[in-house]
């Protein structure tokens, strides 16, 4: 690499780590304020350089509010490509898949639900498509096809059923998981059965039942 190509390579570096310093900071104030009352300036401030440097990278508060959720999807992809990179059955890819989703009461886990949550509910309220929000429809096509993926090492190793539409009915069943999930996150200090039944017991009786569906017979 000459010096030119080096002198370019480290301004492209430089100009990313700034960004991923704002979107990590975005998120850290958008956790507390909230999307609507966190303003430009206040990241800025809080990121310690001038508001329109924070413009400059993103033009737009919505493009920022984007790209904090492609951050933190980014961040689950890198588990799920890493339960899916694992030598071991399909079926035992599944059961790792359901204790990821049901470590999401843990706080930085929690954090995420939070934001996520908040952030579809803000997309969907948008009078226009946030700017951006193509890239988050990616983030989520990425993770089906993780999924697909899993399966169809399944339907090779033989640990899953073949005999029912086996792809669809485990994202649909993962992401029922995953919803479920993120809602006893949201609503873990109330509970939600008249017997009381602890959240932990909850998930794990659905985990059992959706991976007795799921594993061959």
Same mark, same amino acid.
């Given at each position: 690499?000459?010096?030119?190509?080096?002198?370019?390579?480290?301004?492209?570096?430089?100009?990313n780590r700034r960004m991923k310093s704002i979107?990590?900071?975005?998120?850290?104030?958008?956790?507390?304020?909230?999307?609507?009352?966190?303003?430009?300036?206040?990241?800025?401030?809080?990121?310690?350089?001038?508001?329109?440097?924070?413009?400059?990278?993103?033009?737009?508060?919505e493009k920022l509010v984007v790209s904090v *959720?492609?951050?933190?999807?980014?961040? $689950?992809?890198? +588990? %799920?490509? !890493?339960?899916?990179?694992?030598?071991?059955? &399909?079926?035992?890819?599944?059961?790792?898949?359901?204790?990821?989703?049901?470590?999401?009461?843990?706080?930085?886990?929690?954090?995420?639900?939070?934001?996520?949550?908040?952030?579809?509910?803000?997309?969907?309220?948008?009078?226009?498509?946030?700017?951006?929000?193509?890239?988050?429809?990616?983030?989520?096509?990425?993770?089906?096809?993780?999924?697909?993926?899993?399966?169809?090492?399944?339907?090779?190793?033989?640990?899953?059923?073949?005999?029912?539409?086996?792809?669809?009915?485990?994202?649909?069943?993962?992401? *029922?998981?995953?919803?479920?999930?993120? $809602?006893?996150? +949201? %609503?873990? !200090?109330?509970?939600?059965?008249?017997?009381? &039944?602890?959240?932990?017991?909850?998930?794990?009786?659905?985990?059992?039942?959706?991976?007795?569906?799921?594993?061959?017979?």
């Amino acid at each position: 690499m000459n010096p030119l190509e080096r002198l370019s390579q480290e301004r492209l570096d430089g100009r990313n780590r700034r960004m991923k310093s704002i979107i990590e900071t975005a998120e850290k104030l958008f956790l507390v304020k909230g999307f609507e009352k966190t303003t430009m300036q206040d990241i800025a401030d809080e990121e310690g350089i001038g508001v329109a440097t924070v413009f400059r990278y993103f033009p737009r508060k919505e493009k920022l509010v984007v790209s904090v *959720a492609v951050h933190i999807m980014e961040k $689950k992809i890198a +588990i %799920f490509e !890493s339960v899916n990179n694992l030598d071991i059955p &399909c079926i035992e890819k599944l059961d790792q898949m359901f204790d990821f989703f049901m470590s999401l009461n843990l706080s930085e886990f929690q954090n995420h639900t939070r934001l996520l949550d908040a952030f579809e509910s803000y997309a969907a309220l948008s009078e226009q498509p946030l700017e951006g929000i193509e890239n988050y429809f990616a983030a989520i096509n990425r993770t089906s096809k993780i999924f697909e993926a899993i399966i169809e090492q399944g339907k090779l190793d033989g640990s899953i059923r073949t005999d029912i539409e086996i792809t669809e009915a485990f994202i649909s069943i993962t992401y *029922a998981f995953a919803s479920f999930s993120r $809602k006893l996150t +949201i %609503f873990q !200090s109330i509970s939600i059965t008249e017997s009381g &039944c602890e959240f932990e017991k909850q998930h794990k009786i659905l985990k059992n039942i959706f991976l007795d569906y799921l594993r061959a017979k």
